[in-house]
Nanobody, 126 residues
Framework: QLQLVESGGGLVQPGGSLRLSCAASGFILKYYAIGWFRQAPGKEREGVSCISSSGGSTNYADSVKGRFTISRDNAKNTVYLQMNSLKPADTAVYYC???????????????????WGQGTQVTVSS
């Protein structure tokens, strides 16, 4: 079965850290650009960060720059999102997506990626 599976979400206090993982099953992730998206209750889904297939290019939403870091380990067929200095505004369901397009287009959220994960909840609260 071809799918992406996210993990690593949870409840964390403001200022804390989490690392999300996005693992591919049934296909080889290294051929795909990967994006992390999030959707908070009552809000539209937004692109958080994207990484090119080689890992050589990345981009970030302004709201997470300097706090989040995206990376990939193609040998493990996995992409990560390290989230530091978390804020209550980061609370959302986080999804990863895979597609064979440039990361600017992927992160814009205007296309339909080839694969979506089921999402993992991140809650930042004291």
């Amino acid at each position: 079965q071809l799918q992406l599976v996210e993990s690593g979400g949870g409840l964390v206090q403001p200022g804390g850290s989490l690392r999300l993982s996005c693992a591919a099953s049934g296909f080889i992730l290294k051929y795909y650009a990967i994006g992390w998206f999030r959707q908070a209750p009552g809000k539209e889904r937004e692109g958080v960060s994207c990484i090119s297939s080689s890992g050589g290019s990345t981009n970030y939403a302004d709201s997470v720059k300097g706090r989040f870091t995206i990376s990939r380990d193609n040998a493990k067929n996995t992409v990560y999102l390290q989230m530091n200095s978390l804020k209550p505004a980061d609370t959302a369901v986080y999804y990863c997506a895979a597609d064979r397009i440039d990361i600017a287009t992927l992160c814009s959220g205007t296309t339909k990626p080839d694969y979506w994960g089921q999402g993992t909840q991140v809650t930042v609260s004291s």
